[in-house]
């Protein structure tokens, strides 16, 4: 397994039963929990690195290469790969969905499909579908009334069905082979429309292309200013620096009152705390309920 040299921090591999390990980097030899504490911690770091940029920012190349270097980490470790498929799908255009490079993704990796990993897989299943279900949403803005703007908008479509639809049979192969009680737990219990959805969303690919639409006649010039499907949310942004602001002020003025009156001996000052205290609690309902 992998580990982190609590001396020169690089990353070796030990065997899981040892209780010690020796690093071939700078010949210490050391606790192996250590260094796998060291490991875990170095791992935690990264993956929050990783999903602030991507779902934060919507910096998708940062966070690719973040979650990327996870598996140095952790080799075939389906967490980072479902991240990198995140940044794939969260980089995806109007004229490029990539649902292809997403499979491309998935094939290039050894994932043990054991009951964790099946657990995982299922479940992000679920997130493709709302990625691909945001494309068609998306998509609506190259049409009017039914009829693509350009010529160029309907190829587009054309291509991105196509590649929706080849995604979405490729993870039909993959329900067969996870752990069979995770499957029935997940489409019994907790999804029993999962594969319902499912098939709708691959019946709308079978009549897209099916479909005869057409292209309006106009000769006036259309822009689409951003091909994003998945652009920032301003205003989340906003919410969520004024909300980290306000808990923080808060905070101080908490700790502040209640450190006064631990000090000074006077027990209103203890109690005035509670007030900061409420108040970060408000607006941390706030932003729980504007953002779920």
């Not at 995140?86 to 499979?103: A, P």
């Not at 587009?156 to 049979?169: D, G, H, Q, T, V």
């Not at 969520?240 to 209640?258: D, N």
Request: aromatic fraction near 12%.
């Amino acid at each position: 397994m992998k580990v982190i040299c609590p001396n020169c921090k690089e990353v070796i591999d030990v065997k899981q039963d040892e209780k010690y390990g020796y690093c071939k980097h700078c010949s210490n030899q050391f606790v192996t929990s250590d260094a796998l504490n060291l490991l875990v911690k170095k791992y935690k770091q990264i993956n929050n690195y990783a999903k602030t940029q991507l779902f934060t920012h919507l910096e998708v190349d940062a966070a690719y290469d973040s979650f990327k270097s996870l598996l140095s980490l952790k080799p075939n470790d389906l967490n980072a790969i479902t991240g990198m498929a995140d940044c794939l799908f969260m980089g995806s255009t109007l004229d490029n969905f990539k649902g292809q490079e997403v499979i491309d993704l998935f094939e290039q990796y050894d994932i043990t499909l054991d009951r964790e990993n099946s657990y995982l897989i299922l479940n992000y299943m679920l997130e493709i579908m709302k990625y691909c279900r945001i494309y068609f949403k998306k998509a609506e803005v190259t049409m009017s009334e039914g009829s693509f703007i350009k010529e160029e908008f309907l190829n587009w479509y054309k291509k991105n069905n196509e590649s929706i639809k080849n995604l979405l049979s490729y993870l039909e192969q993959i329900i067969p082979l996870v752990d069979k009680e995770e499957l029935d737990t997940f489409r019994n219990d907790e999804h029993p429309k999962f594969m319902e959805n499912f098939k709708e969303l691959q019946k709308r690919c079978e009549e897209n292309e099916k479909a005869e639409f057409k292209v309006l006649e106009t000769k006036d010039e259309f822009i689409i200013e951003d091909l994003r499907i998945i652009t920032p949310d301003k205003k989340l942004i906003k919410l969520r620096k004024y909300s980290f602001i306000g808990i923080s002020i808060c905070a101080v003025i908490f700790l502040g009152l209640l450190i006064s009156g631990l000090v000074t001996g006077l027990p209103v000052l203890s109690w005035l705390s509670l007030i900061p205290l409420f108040g970060g609690a408000i607006i941390f309902y706030i932003f729980y309920r504007k953002t779920k």
